[in-house]
């Protein structure tokens, strides 16, 4: 088949697993229905997080503009998912949301367009966690996002400029995982687990060390001078 037919149709197949998913689930005569909608689910993700990365960066048939932005709602979508498909569509959306970036390259990348995403993902996925008491990926998700900032002070696409970014960033993603752990550290009082205030603790941790990293490492003058720009919009 041609890279198009190919691509076409496996993105085409994606969505018919994604319904087919929705309709088994909502069968109550199919054994083990859950399971079943789940691994379709599944591999409807699968399928099209591969459909198009195929499109974007193997064929050449998206830009890659247009290829983050359909990864980006495929993300989406498996966070909306996992709400109704349990916590394995929402670890899918964790990787496929983090990861996404770096399979779609571009020439020119933005500083503040890459981390927006990054924290939309971030935050999404901890509405759903906190939604569905799925504290175990909390952690991964925060490591993700902060990775993300660490690594990026090493790469090539780094500018000193950026370091305003870095440090909003790490600021937004404390501040998430404090308001949406703040209602689980209310409930732990009473029965004496630390879940919420040991999750604080790493967040707060991960948070600092990111940002005395950027002040020891890099020219805070120049976070000084971004600042005062944006301040006196010059």
């Given at each position: 088949?041609?890279?198009?037919?190919?691509?076409?149709?496996g993105g085409g197949f994606g969505l018919v697993?994604?319904?087919?998913?929705?309709?088994?689930?909502?069968?109550?005569?199919?054994?083990?229905?859950?399971?079943?909608?789940?691994?379709?689910?599944?591999?409807?993700?699968?399928?099209?997080?591969?459909?198009?990365?195929?499109?974007?960066?193997?064929?050449?048939?998206?830009?890659?503009?247009?290829?983050?932005?359909?990864?980006?709602?495929?993300?989406?979508?498996?966070?909306?998912?996992?709400?109704?498909?349990?916590?394995?569509?929402?670890?899918?959306?964790?990787?496929?949301?983090?990861?996404?970036?770096?399979?779609?390259?571009?020439?020119?990348?933005?500083?503040?367009?890459?981390?927006?995403?990054?924290?939309?993902?971030?935050?999404?996925?901890?509405?759903?966690?906190?939604?569905?008491?799925?504290?175990?990926?909390?952690?991964?998700?925060?490591?993700?996002?902060?990775?993300?900032?660490?690594?990026?002070?090493?790469?090539?696409?780094?500018?000193?400029?950026?370091?305003?970014?870095?440090?909003?960033?790490?600021?937004?993603?404390?501040?998430?995982?404090?308001?949406?752990?703040?209602?689980?550290?209310?409930?732990?009082?009473?029965?004496?687990?630390?879940?919420?205030?040991?999750?604080?603790?790493?967040?707060?941790?991960?948070?600092?060390?990111?940002?005395?990293?950027?002040?020891?490492?890099?020219?805070?003058?120049?976070?000084?001078?971004?600042?005062?720009d944006i301040v006196t919009g010059k």
């Open positions: 088949f041609p890279s198009h037919d190919t691509t076409m149709m697993l994604l319904g087919a998913a929705e309709l088994v689930r909502n069968r109550n005569n199919i054994s083990d229905g859950n399971r079943i909608s789940q691994s379709l689910a599944g591999a409807g993700i699968v399928a099209l997080y591969v459909s198009l990365y195929a499109a974007t960066n193997l064929y050449n048939l998206l830009s890659s503009t247009i290829g983050f932005a359909g990864m980006a709602i495929t993300t989406g979508i498996a966070v909306v998912l996992s709400i109704r498909h349990g916590v394995a569509i929402a670890a899918m959306g964790l990787v496929g949301g983090f990861v996404t970036p770096l399979l779609v390259h571009s020439s020119d990348p933005s500083t503040p367009l890459l981390f927006g995403y990054l924290y939309l993902v971030y935050a999404g996925l901890m509405l759903v966690v906190r939604r569905k008491n799925w504290w175990v990926l909390s952690i991964p998700s925060m490591v993700f996002g902060l990775g993300w900032a660490f690594v990026w002070t090493l790469s090539e696409s780094f500018k000193p400029e950026d370091t305003i970014w870095l440090g909003l960033f790490a600021f937004a993603v404390f501040g998430t995982l404090f308001a949406t752990s703040h209602k689980q550290f209310e409930e732990e009082k009473e029965s004496g687990l630390k879940i919420a205030s040991n999750l604080n603790y790493i967040g707060l941790s991960g948070a600092a060390a990111l940002l005395g990293y950027l002040v020891v490492s890099h020219d805070v003058d120049a976070t000084q001078w971004v600042m005062r």
